[in-house]
């Protein structure tokens, strides 16, 4: 059973829009993962420093968008399973204001301390 304080399909419309969200910023920012070129006659030593760091942000930010991604895929995969807003680590449920906060925290606060 699935968290009873919730109402399931606003946390699947919301977990759904966020995953929606997620993909079109990996989309507009593919080209900024992409390989720096290093052309030393046109580029100085800072524009290339500067590219290479601005690449490696957002290569950062791109793993930390496919891990929201699996976990909204695991937060809609629990939903289907009727196991939304179980803690993962005792079963109790996880406070309905806390899910609301964050809809794809594991735990409750007490196992998250």
Known sequence: MNHPELDMETVRQR????RQELEAQSRSS???????????TSVGRLSRMD????QA??????QRRQLA????TGALSRIERGEYGECIECG???GARR????PLVLKC???AE
């Open 51 to 54: 590219a290479l760091q601005g």
């Open 99 to 102: 899910l609301e906060g964050d």
């Open 92 to 94: 109790e449920w996880i």
């Open 57 to 62: 942000m957002a290569k950062a930010e791109e």
């Open 15 to 18: 977990l759904e829009s966020l």
């Open 69 to 72: 991604l699996r976990r909204i």
């Open 109 to 111: 606060i007490d196992c």
């Open 30 to 40: 593919s080209d900024a993962r992409d390989t720096v070129v290093l052309d030393q």
